[in-house]
C-alpha cells in the first residue's frame, strides 16, 4: 500500500514559500508622494499602460482622501528580488536592467492607482465636487478640487487618517512575476487576453507591442473599454487565421495555444508574413479609414485579403485605391447569400460576420475569394513569377532586340560584355515586384549602375526600343 502512495505522488508540482512584507505609507510623507510613485518600473510583458478615464481616477482620489481605498498595491521589490537571483543568470540581468534604470519596485498590481495618484499630486486629478463633514461644512468645486488647492481641513484630515498599503514582494525571477500577477488576479474577471498577455513567449511579446502601435489607428473600431486587450486579441485573431486558414475558424483554445511555445501560429507569423499582413491591415485602416470604419469583422475581412494576397505571391501597386476597392466590395457583399444553415435558411455574408467559427469564417472568405478574383491590374498585380533571375540565352536575345543599345543610357552594350553583370543587368521591363513574369518579353539589358539608380521608377513605355 505504502508503495502504491509512493508512485502516486512521484509526479506531483513543488512548491516555494513566497517573501512579502506589508508597508502602509501616509500621503504626506514623501517617501510615498515622491519617492514610491516615481520608482515603480511597468513591465509590459504582464502589465499595460494606466487606462482610466479621468472620472475613475477622481473617485479612486477622493476615496483616498477619505480614507475608503482599502485595496493594497502589490509590487516587486526590485533590489531585494535581484539579491535571490545568480549572477548573470537572464534573471539577474532582468532585475538589474530595471535598478540602472532607477527604479525601486514593479508593478504587479494597481498600476491604474499609482498613476491616478501620481497625477493627482501633480494637480492633474481632481476630487469630487460637494459638500464635505469636518467640524464645518467644505464646499469643493472647480476652484479648489486639485491637490495644491484642496482646503487645508480637508488634506489635514487625510494626512492624519488616509493610508496607502503597499504589499512588496520578493521573488527569483522574471516568470515569478508573470505568476504573482496571474495569481494575485486569479478571483477576478481578467479578461481572457490579459492572461494571455501575461506569457512570456515570443508571440506575447510581438502582439503587446502591435497592439501598442495601433491604438491611434485602430481608434474608430475600439473606442471604449479595455482598448490595449481589445486591440492584443484580434490582432491574435489575425493571427490564427494566417497559421490555421479561414476553414478552421478561430476558437478560445486557437488563442491560448497560440501563446504557448511550441504553437505553430508563431512560426508563421514571423517568418510566414503573418506579422507583415497583420501590420499592413492596421496600416491602411490608419491611412484611408473613416469614421464609418468600425466593425471589427471588417477588419477581419480585410486581413483575409491581405494574408490571401501575402498566400498567392501578388503585390498591392496602390494603396489608396486597394483600400477603396475593399471598402465598395465589402458593401455589396453584405446582403449576399453567404451560405446555408442546417436548416436550409440562407444566411447573408452580414449575418456572417458576426461569428469566427470554421463555418462563419469559410463562408465570408468564399465571398471575398470571387472578389480577390477579379481585382483590377492596376490595384493589385497578378501572380509574382517565383523565378527572376534571367538566363544568358534571354540576355543575349534582349541585346539583340535592343540592337546592343541600352535603352535607359544610349550607350552601345559590346557583345563581349553582355554577359558582366558589373556593367551590364537584365531588367524586368515590369517589375518584378508589382508582378513582372521573367520572360523573355519582359527582358531589356541595361546600364547597371543607371539601373540600380532608377530601381522601379524609370518608365519603359516611351522608350524607343529596337524591335
Given at each position: ?49 494606466a487606462s482610466w478615464p479621468l472620472k475613475q481616477m477622481t473617485e479612486f482620489c477622493t476615496s483616498v482622501m477619505l480614507g475608503n481605498a482599502p485595496s493594497p498595491i502589490v509590487v516587486v521589490n526590485i533590489e531585494k528580488s535581484l539579491a535571490k537571483t545568480v549572477k548573470n543568470s ?99 474577471d481578467l479578461n481572457a487576453q490579459e492572461k494571455r498577455n501575461a506569457k512570456l513567449t515570443d508571440i506575447a511579446k510581438e502582439v503587446r507591442g502591435l497592439g501598442t502601435l495601433s491604438v491611434e489607428a485602430l481608434k474608430n473600431i475600439y473606442k471604449s473599454g479595455n482598448q490595449g ?25 486557437d488563442l491560448n495555444e497560440a501563446y504557448e511555445d511550441n504553437s505553430m501560429v508563431w512560426p508563421q507569423f514571423i517568418s510566414h508574413g503573418g506579422k507583415e499582413c497583420i501590420e499592413k491591415t492596421i496600416e491602411l485602416i490608419g491611412k484611408y479609414s473613416t469614421k464609418k470604419f ?174
Amino acid at each position: 500500500m505504502a508503495k502504491a502512495n509512493k508512485k502516486s505522488t512521484k509526479n506531483l508540482p513543488t512548491f516555494h514559500f513566497t517573501d512579502f512584507e506589508t508597508k502602509r505609507y501616509f500621503l504626506n510623507r514623501t517617501e510615498f508622494s515622491h519617492d514610491f510613485l516615481n520608482g515603480v518600473a511597468l513591465d509590459l510583458s504582464f502589465q499595460r499602460h494606466a487606462s482610466w478615464p479621468l472620472k475613475q481616477m477622481t473617485e479612486f482620489c477622493t476615496s483616498v482622501m477619505l480614507g475608503n481605498a482599502p485595496s493594497p498595491i502589490v509590487v516587486v521589490n526590485i533590489e531585494k528580488s535581484l539579491a535571490k537571483t545568480v549572477k548573470n543568470s537572464p534573471d539577474w540581468h532582468y532585475f538589474k536592467y530595471w535598478l540602472d534604470l532607477g527604479y525601486k519596485w514593479i508593478s504587479i498590481d494597481g498600476n491604474n492607482r499609482t498613476v491616478a495618484l501620481k497625477i493627482f499630486y501633480n494637480n492633474g486629478v481632481p476630487i469630487s465636487h460637494g459638500k464635505y463633514l469636518r467640524s464645518v461644512v467644505i464646499d469643493v468645486n472647480s476652484s479648489n478640487d486639485t491637490f495644491a488647492k484642496i482646503p487645508d481641513e480637508i488634506k489635514q484630515k487625510a494626512y492624519e487618517d488616509s493610508q496607502i498599503t503597499v504589499v512588496e514582494y520578493h521573488v527569483s525571477s522574471r516568470q515569478d512575476c508573470s505568476d504573482l500577477f496571474l495569481n494575485i488576479n486569479s478571483g477576478k474577471d481578467l479578461n481572457a487576453q490579459e492572461k494571455r498577455n501575461a506569457k512570456l513567449t515570443d508571440i506575447a511579446k510581438e502582439v503587446r507591442g502591435l497592439g501598442t502601435l495601433s491604438v491611434e489607428a485602430l481608434k474608430n473600431i475600439y473606442k471604449s473599454g479595455n482598448q490595449g486587450y481589445q486591440i492584443d486579441e484580434i490582432i491574435a485573431k489575425m493571427a490564427c487565421i494566417h497559421a490555421y486558414g479561414p476553414k478552421h475558424g478561430v476558437s478560445v483554445k486557437d488563442l491560448n495555444e497560440a501563446y504557448e511555445d511550441n504553437s505553430m501560429v508563431w512560426p508563421q507569423f514571423i517568418s510566414h508574413g503573418g506579422k507583415e499582413c497583420i501590420e499592413k491591415t492596421i496600416e491602411l485602416i490608419g491611412k484611408y479609414s473613416t469614421k464609418k470604419f468600425k466593425n471589427k469583422a471588417t477588419m477581419l475581412n480585410l486581413f483575409m485579403v491581405l494574408s490571401t494576397l501575402h498566400k498567392e505571391n501578388r503585390k498591392i501597386i496602390n494603396d489608396k485605391l486597394f483600400f477603396e476597392w475593399f471598402c465598395e466590395t465589402e458593401k455589396k457583399r453584405l446582403h449576399k447569400v453567404a451560405h446555408k444553415n442546417r436548416n436550409g435558411e440562407q444566411l447573408l455574408y452580414e449575418t456572417c460576420n458576426r461569428n469566427i467559427n470554421g463555418l462563419n469564417l469559410t463562408a465570408r472568405f468564399n465571398l471575398i475569394l470571387e472578389d480577390i478574383q477579379s481585382v483590377a491590374g492596376n490595384i493589385v498585380s497578378s501572380v509574382l513569377d517565383n523565378i527572376r533571375i534571367y538566363s544568358k540565352q534571354e540576355k543575349y536575345q534582349a541585346w539583340l532586340k535592343q540592337n546592343g543599345v541600352c535603352p535607359l543610357t544610349g550607350k552601345i552594350i559590346p557583345e563581349d560584355e553582355i554577359y558582366d553583370s558589373e556593367l551590364w543587368q537584365a531588367h524586368h521591363h515590369i517589375p518584378h515586384s508589382l508582378g513582372g513574369p521573367t520572360t523573355q518579353e519582359n527582358c531589356f539589358l541595361v546600364d547597371a549602375k543607371a539601373n540600380q539608380e532608377l530601381g522601379n521608377n524609370f518608365d519603359f513605355e516611351n522608350m524607343a526600343l529596337a524591335a
